[in-house]
């Protein structure tokens, strides 16, 4: 089953990506319905939904590490430096480094505030600019926002050898560390910038805060440094005792914990499980990430919010990957080969109700199977990656995974960035049956939140 499943990935992997670069490419994004590119600027605007698109070929850029996995002429950063190593390429110059920084230094503008918490936006050819702009007049960020730039911005340094990257996502985590509520040692989801004053003061582990968890504890395996762990540690305790209903996982007030805050739970809190895996705690992943596969049988897909009772409660599915990565970990973590029919399931659903000539679509109301214009490319840089891991054999893949470790959009980090004596780091991963794949792109990143 593994094969015939890895080699549907294949396919529908090259549908969704050929469908973007026959009809959309150089565009960000394709829209599948229409079968053309998705221009900022030339389509009605979506709000929020539209800053990550910049007209530079997002897509493209996105899905270059899951090209390098599935199809392994194509490489980045860090397989170059192999590479070439190796005697191969040879010719490579660092030119995808040079961009990389490139980039980098052009956000560090967002940093230039009181606090050290960047900004929520940044334009990247002018800066943070003045209120003739929305750019430079937002105080309040999310926390996943400000807390989850420390591994791209610590691999970039370490690349690079300039240590002000680092120093830029390490002086946010602090203050996002120092700002927890002392009595529950949660955090809120959304914070001023200049203030440091909680604007929202509900804590979960879904959307607005998700990656920030996330990052504590990978900061620990990427780069070494037991005060990330102990502070994830500070904080799983927290989420354990007070937001974790097994099953369930429900918001609280930080200041009140035993005190919920909403009766529902949206779907990015799926990342969780897999969390949990890397955490080392099975029993409660296995728990949470069936309770998500029970919702999902129901409705095909996660809906972007349900009730504790599995009922609609924002009926849209951008095609998120989150599930699907708790999926991919627990099978890691257990070979439980009830996680490939899992996986086989979010295939087939994705064939049967998202699937269109030009791609795939997202599902606009999973109530009623209707589509929405959208293909994001978290969907290839994502979804794809992680589906093509779980079915895939050790011998499909073009480098050994368990020397690499996921960003939160799946870009791949190597491990040999720490500087923990020996890879203290990677045993630690060995030592809880992960197989995490990952290799560098720091070039674009864009945050869920």
């Known amino acids: ?42 389509e009605p605007s979506r709000g929020d939904v539209d800053d990550a698109l910049g007209k530079f070929s997002l897509t493209l850029i996105d899905t270059l590490d899951t090209l390098a996995v599935i199809k392994p002429r194509v490489v980045c950063h860090s397989m170059a430096v192999m590479l070439k190593e190796s005697g191969r390429m040879v010719w490579y110059q660092d030119e995808l480094l040079h961009m990389a920084k490139d980039l980098g230094l052009r956000l560090l503008p967002a940093f230039n505030t009181s606090s050290g918490l960047p900004y929520p936006r940044v334009n990247l050819r002018f800066g943070v600019r003045g209120p003739e702009t929305r750019t430079g007049t937002e105080t309040d960020t999310c926390t996943a926002c400000a807390g989850t730039i420390i591994l791209e911005f610590a691999a970039l340094s370490r690349f690079t050898g300039d240590p002000t990257f680092e120093a830029h996502a390490r002086r946010a985590l602090d203050f996002l560390w ?111 990430h069936e309770m998500l596969y029970q919702v999902t049988k129901k409705h095909n897909f996660l809906p972007e919010a349900f009730t504790t009772d599995f009922r609609v409660h924002w009926a849209q599915h951008p095609l998120r990957p989150e599930f699907a990565e708790s999926t991919y970990f627990l099978y890691k973590a257990t070979r439980d080969p009830y996680y490939l029919e899992v996986g086989r399931t979010i295939l087939e659903n994705l064939n049967r109700f998202a699937r269109v000539p030009c791609g795939f679509a997202a599902m606009k109301d999973v109530r009623t199977g209707s589509h929405e214009d959208r293909m994001d490319s978290f969907f290839l840089a994502e979804m794809f990656k992680y589906l093509f891991l779980l079915f895939a054999e050790e011998e499909d893949l073009p480098f050994n995974v368990e020397e690499y470790i996921f960003t939160t959009e799946a870009h791949l980090l190597p491990l040999s960035l720490s500087t923990a004596s020996n890879s203290q780091a990677p045993t630690l991963v060995n030592n809880m049956v992960l197989h995490i794949s990952a290799k560098l792109f720091v070039y674009f990143k864009s945050i869920k939140c």
């Open 1 to 42: 089953m593994p094969l015939r499943l890895r080699n549907q990935v294949l396919e529908m992997f090259d549908h969704a990506y050929q469908n973007y670069m026959d009809h959309a490419y150089p565009a960000d994004e394709l829209m599948p319905l229409t079968c053309r590119g998705r221009v900022r600027g030339l």
């Open 178 to 288: 120092e700002k927890r509520q002392r009595n529950s040692n949660l955090v809120g989801t959304t914070i001023n910038i200049h203030s440091g004053e909680w604007v929202r003061r509900d804590s979960g582990v879904g959307a607005g805060i998700d990656s920030y968890y996330e990052y504590l504890m990978k900061a620990y395996i990427l780069l070494g440094d037991d005060q990330f762990l102990q502070r994830f540690n500070t904080h799983y305790a927290s989420i354990m005792k007070y937001i974790s209903q097994p099953p369930l996982l429900l918001d609280v007030h930080i200041h009140k914990p035993l005190l919920p805050a909403r009766t529902w739970m949206d779907s990015l809190l799926a990342f969780f499980p897999g969390l949990q895996v890397l955490k080392g705690d099975i029993r409660p992943a296995i728990e949470t």
